[in-house]
């Protein structure tokens, strides 16, 4: 886990309520070494300090990675972003909330040792009851995907909800991030959350991962994000121009239907690790 304090960590099993713990914890962690995790995160910026239960899962094993930060639902859930609510959340009908069917978005897809793969952003909007998050988590049983730790519909009210799919080749799609989204939660300048995972498909436990795969958010106003490799080598992702369709040879930042921040997605060269990302000099502060 790294030793930087600029944010606070919280665990996935359980909530943190407090700053101080959430550092407590984060440094006992450090004195414990439990190797290298399949699935990684790091955090920048961050001009908001509350802890989040975001999770990212693991190959064979749930890792517990820090995750804390800024992000919103623009218009679902009134975030104070810098970006622009797309039109349909700021409907105030059901369908427009995207409370029973989410809003789904293309993020990035490829190839890989001639398997295509694809990364896919689903958001679900904030129920306003326990009647709406009701129906909410029977129509995510329906698509599937269950929020991590959630036990009961009153755990859903005034919370979006987003899950990061991932399909490799043949393999059915695995959930590799999730993590709810409360009214208020923005990005903004440099702020960045990054996941790395291997390139590989569900049940596979990464075994003949060739690459790595970083799945991360930015700020609406970022126009670059830079995903570092452990052989010292980069990769630099540029905002895709408006109305630009999802291309197999070139990651981009790319708005998310019904997310206030950003998405990216960076792929290492053959048989390299990740190391770090960020966004660049001072992006739209």
């Not at 004195?31 to 990212?56: F, L």
């Not at 790319?254 to 060269?269: E, H, I, K, L, T």
Request: aromatic content about 4%; overall charge negative; some cysteine.
């Amino acid at each position: 886990m790294s030793a930087d304090r600029e944010t606070n960590h919280d665990m996935t099993h359980g909530d943190v309520t407090h700053s101080d713990i959430a550092l407590l914890l984060a440094d006992a962690a450090d004195e414990v070494d439990i190797g290298t995790a399949p699935y990684q995160a790091v955090v920048r910026g961050g001009r908001r300090r509350k802890a989040r239960r975001w999770a990212v899962a693991a190959t064979a094993t749930l890792v517990i990675a820090g995750s804390t930060g800024s992000l919103a639902l623009a218009g679902a859930l009134n975030g104070d972003g810098d970006g622009a609510a797309p039109a349909a959340t700021q409907s105030t009908t059901v369908e427009g909330r995207h409370l029973y069917e989410p809003a789904r978005t293309m993020l990035a897809t490829g190839r890989d040792q001639g398997k295509a793969w694809r990364v896919v952003v689903e958001v679900w909007g904030a129920p306003k009851d326990k009647v709406e998050a009701q129906g909410q988590l029977d129509a995510m049983g329906l698509y599937g995907v269950k929020p991590g730790d959630v036990r009961g519909p009153a755990e859903l009210v005034g919370k979006g909800w987003v899950f990061v799919h991932l399909t490799v080749g043949d393999g059915d799609s695995a959930t590799v991030v999730q993590g709810p989204v409360e009214k208020g939660d923005s990005m903004s300048g440099a702020d960045i959350q990054a996941y790395s995972m291997p390139l590989a498909a569900e049940g596979s436990e990464g075994a003949g991962a060739s690459r790595s795969l970083v799945i991360g958010k930015v700020a609406p106003t970022a126009q670059r994000a830079v995903c570092a490799w452990d052989d010292e080598t980069t990769t630099v992702v540029n905002r895709a121009p408006r109305g630009t369709e999802t291309s197999t040879d070139t990651p981009s930042i790319r708005p998310v239907d019904g997310s206030q921040p950003s998405w990216f997605v960076c792929v290492s060269p053959k048989g390299v690790g990740y190391k770090s990302a960020d966004v660049p000099g001072l992006v739209g502060n």
